[in-house]
């Protein structure tokens, strides 16, 4: 495993560009965002020859590296490394297991001193800078010599990168790609292309998974990359997806419509490309009713349900059978092959459908706290989020009336970092809420229809009248008000 530093264990890319636009502003100039991603991955020759190109400056190189360098070395000294979540537990966790090196572009003093600060200094075989090497990344120059210098052949080493150009030095030299997303200074458009895997953070990742790079395994090998990247293969011929996802979905129209009155409200603010489609959730029929409702293109898929084993129990074989699906498996190397097949089913023109709450909720006028996959997904893949509400799940009956409501395509302008993926979240729970705020309850209905809505409910809280009562809980707590009473719904809040 070789590890890149800056960006991946601490989150110094933004002092870096800091640094530079003080710099720059001392000598009236500005340094832009274009500036920052020309400089990405380039040794310390590279970097400061390319800024005083840049800056068009009538100074050497080197007094522009030197000084840069010791404004990085200060900053350490006075406010010790900026660790990214708990990358220097992980990283001591994989050296456990496999040697580990560290090839990065910055200067050996700016190294030297981040890795004294995170404490990571004996816990590196080897230590490499761009500087110590002909060419900077994207070449693969420094990560060939890690490699050299741990012993370990290209084709059987992974580096973990940040950016664009670090993840194409090390395509360059053969080995597996990882990119961690760095929040404050995010990696270039186009640089998950270049990853066999995404991960969140470094203590999502799980090296035992990973198969040495062939080239069976190239870009293009759909089954290859998913054997790369610790996912399990898909074994579905496309013919046979195909005619699963087209039979299941006549099921569901046959079925939906027999029971109940669907109806599609606001089929026009549909997106004719691919989407992620945030639905509120009060039931398991949900997913079928959706299946029932919505156009035929673009085609749907399902990402979920949260499961550990999907083999487990009829309803999640039938999904896994119908292969609409993308599972999500907390806590699974799999998981992070989700991801990167949500984005493969963007990429083709697909929408995605996200249950946002991640569970079933007991009453249709509240949308319980949405998860933050939706927006981080839509992000992402620079894709409209679109709210969706079902209305009429919460309780089944034969004959009542189910309407999927389609509310206003949010376009995703925020930034592609924490804050942005909070704030999009918060755009979308928005929207939801207002889709559902004015609608009544249900009526309880007869045994009939309570043996029906029994079969596609599942409560957390091991009963539905728990369930609710958790729900009166939290929403009044929401508004500031004393739990209500057991005989008041939710709408009268």
Same mark, same amino acid.
């Given at each position: 495993?070789?590890?890149?530093?800056?960006?991946?264990?601490?989150?110094?890319?933004? *002092?870096?560009?800091?640094?530079?636009?003080?710099?720059?502003?001392?000598?009236?100039?500005?340094? $832009?965002?274009?500036?920052?991603?020309?400089?990405?991955?380039?040794?310390?020759?590279?970097?400061?020859?390319?800024?005083?190109? &840049?800056?068009?400056?009538?100074?050497?190189?080197?007094?522009?590296?030197?000084?840069?360098?010791?404004?990085?070395?200060?900053?350490?000294?006075?406010?010790?490394?900026?660790?990214?979540?708990?990358?220097? +537990?992980?990283?001591?966790?994989?050296? !456990?297991?496999?040697?580990?090196?560290?090839?990065?572009?910055?200067?050996?003093?700016?190294?030297?001193?981040?890795?004294?600060?995170?404490?990571?200094?004996?816990?590196?075989?080897?230590?490499?800078?761009?500087?110590?090497?002909?060419?900077?990344? /994207?070449?693969? +120059?420094?990560?060939?010599?890690?490699?050299?210098?741990?012993?370990?052949?290209?084709?059987?080493?992974? %580096? %973990?990168?940040?950016? =664009?150009?670090?993840?194409?030095?090390?395509?360059?030299?053969?080995? &597996? $790609?990882?990119?961690?997303? #760095?929040?404050? %200074?995010? /990696?270039?458009?186009?640089?998950?292309?270049?990853? +066999?895997?995404?991960?969140?953070?470094?203590?999502?990742?799980? /090296?035992?998974?990973?198969?040495?790079?062939? !080239?069976?395994?190239?870009?293009?090998?759909? #089954?290859?990359?998913?054997?790369? $990247?610790?996912? %399990?293969?898909?074994?579905?011929?496309?013919?046979?997806? *195909?005619?699963?996802?087209?039979?299941?979905?006549?099921?569901?129209?046959?079925?939906?419509?027999? =029971?109940?009155?669907?109806?599609?409200?606001?089929?026009?603010? =549909?997106?004719?490309?691919?989407?992620?489609?945030?639905?509120?959730?009060?039931?398991?029929?949900?997913?079928?009713?959706?299946?029932?409702?919505?156009?035929?293109?673009?085609?749907?898929?399902?990402?979920?349900?949260?499961?550990?084993?999907?083999?487990?129990?009829?309803?999640?074989?039938?999904?896994?059978?119908?292969?609409?699906?993308?599972?999500?498996?907390?806590?699974?190397?799999?998981?992070?092959?989700? $991801?990167?097949?949500?984005?493969?089913?963007?990429?083709?023109?697909?929408?995605?459908?996200?249950?946002?709450?991640?569970?079933? @909720?007991?009453?249709?006028?509240?949308?319980?706290?949405?998860?933050?996959?939706?927006?981080?997904?839509?992000?992402?893949?620079?894709?409209?989020?679109?709210?969706?509400?079902?209305? !009429?799940?919460?309780?089944?009956?034969?004959?009542?009336?189910?309407?999927?409501?389609?509310?206003?395509?949010?376009?995703?302008?925020?930034?592609? #970092?924490?804050?942005?993926?909070?704030?999009?979240?918060?755009?979308? *729970?928005?929207?939801?809420?207002?889709?559902?705020?004015?609608?009544?309850?249900?009526?309880?209905?007869? /045994?009939?229809?309570?043996?029906?809505?029994?079969?596609? #409910?599942?409560?957390?809280?091991?009963? @539905?009248?728990?369930?609710?009562?958790?729900?009166?809980? @939290?929403?009044?707590?929401?508004?500031?008000?004393?739990?209500?009473?057991?005989?008041?719904?939710?709408?009268?809040?």
């Amino acid at each position: 495993m070789i590890f890149d530093l800056d960006g991946v264990i601490v989150d110094s890319e933004i *002092w870096w560009d800091d640094v530079r636009k003080a710099f720059a502003a001392e000598h009236g100039r500005g340094w $832009t965002v274009d500036d920052r991603h020309a400089v990405m991955g380039a040794n310390s020759r590279q970097w400061s020859e390319t800024m005083r190109r &840049r800056l068009g400056l009538d100074l050497p190189a080197e007094e522009i590296e030197r000084a840069i360098v010791d404004r990085m070395i200060r900053r350490y000294e006075a406010e010790g490394a900026p660790v990214i979540d708990s990358a220097p +537990d992980a990283i001591r966790s994989i050296a !456990g297991r496999h040697p580990v090196a560290l090839a990065s572009s910055s200067h050996r003093r700016v190294i030297d001193a981040a890795l004294a600060a995170t404490g990571l200094a004996d816990v590196f075989r080897a230590v490499v800078s761009s500087d110590e090497v002909a060419h900077g990344k /994207p070449e693969p +120059d420094v990560f060939l010599e890690a490699a050299g210098r741990l012993g370990v052949e290209p084709g059987r080493s992974v %580096v %973990v990168e940040d950016s =664009l150009n670090g993840l194409k030095a090390g395509r360059a030299a053969g080995m &597996r $790609t990882i990119l961690v997303p #760095n929040g404050s %200074v995010p /990696p270039a458009p186009g640089a998950e292309e270049h990853a +066999d895997l995404v991960v969140a953070r470094l203590a999502d990742l799980d /090296p035992a998974t990973l198969e040495p790079r062939t !080239g069976a395994g190239d870009a293009g090998d759909v #089954n290859g990359r998913a054997r790369a $990247t610790g996912g %399990v293969p898909d074994t579905i011929h496309p013919v046979r997806r *195909w005619l699963r996802i087209s039979l299941s979905r006549l099921v569901a129209i046959v079925i939906s419509r027999g =029971l109940f009155r669907v109806r599609l409200t606001g089929r026009g603010r =549909l997106p004719a490309g691919p989407a992620i489609y945030c639905f509120a959730h009060r039931s398991w029929i949900d997913p079928f009713v959706l299946m029932a409702a919505l156009p035929l293109r673009p085609r749907l898929r399902f990402f979920g349900p949260k499961e550990e084993d999907m083999s487990v129990g009829g309803r999640n074989r039938l999904m896994s059978w119908t292969g609409a699906t993308i599972p999500y498996r907390p806590g699974k190397s799999d998981l992070l092959e989700a $991801t990167r097949k949500v984005s493969a089913a963007t990429r083709a023109g697909h929408v995605v459908a996200i249950a946002g709450e991640g569970r079933i @909720r007991p009453f249709e006028g509240h949308v319980g706290p949405l998860s933050e996959g939706a927006a981080y997904f839509a992000l992402r893949a620079k894709v409209p989020l679109v709210p969706i509400a079902i209305v !009429g799940t919460s309780w089944l009956g034969f004959g009542r009336r189910v309407e999927v409501v389609v509310g206003e395509p949010l376009a995703p302008s925020e930034p592609r #970092n924490r804050e942005g993926v909070e704030a999009l979240t918060l755009r979308c *729970w928005t929207a939801l809420s207002v889709l559902v705020r004015d609608r009544p309850e249900l009526r309880r209905p007869g /045994p009939f229809g309570r043996w029906l809505t029994g079969l596609f #409910n599942d409560w957390p809280e091991g009963s @539905r009248e728990e369930a609710e009562a958790a729900e009166r809980e @939290r929403i009044a707590a929401l508004h500031g008000a004393a739990p209500a009473p057991a005989g008041l719904d939710a709408a009268g809040l």
